[in-house]
């Protein structure tokens, strides 16, 4: 079993940066792919960013590519976001979630966080 906690949301204006950090816990969690997603109100959870197990490879959402930054440190047990150049539009609950496929889609992650909630003001 994997247990991911997220932290480091808050208030930002746009154009400023976040990072955002995901603590788990588990024997296994060194061969899990770790990824972000976001969530806003009335709207489908949606992919930011995913890295692999070993860290050899990182894939990013079209909207965010470029300007967040996805990594993992197994001896920590911790994967960070780093998110600059922040738009009102990525307001959400940002989550992280594991799994043993390397994957875009929600559905698919056995394991999630709480959540943490970035708030990118105008």
């Known amino acids: 079993q994997v247990q991911l906690v997220e932290s480091g949301g808050g208030l930002v204006q746009a154009g400023g940066s976040l990072r955002l950090s995901c603590a788990a816990s588990?024997?296994?969690?060194?061969?899990?792919?770790m990824g972000w997603f976001r969530q806003a109100p009335g709207k489908e959870r949606e992919f930011v960013a995913v890295?692999?197990?070993?860290?050899?490879?990182?894939y990013y959402a079209d909207s965010v590519k470029g300007r967040f930054t996805i990594s993992r440190d197994d001896a920590k047990n911790m994967v960070y976001l780093q998110m600059n150049s922040l738009k009102p539009e990525e307001t959400a609950v940002y989550y992280c979630?594991?799994?043993?496929?390397?994957?875009?889609?929600?559905?698919?992650?056995?394991?999630w966080g709480q959540g943490t909630q970035v708030t990118v003001s105008s």
């Open positions: 979630a594991a799994d043993r496929r390397l994957t875009v889609v929600a559905g698919q992650y056995e394991y």
């Open positions: 890295i692999s197990w070993s860290g050899g490879s990182t």
């Open positions: 588990g024997r296994t969690f060194s061969r899990y792919a």
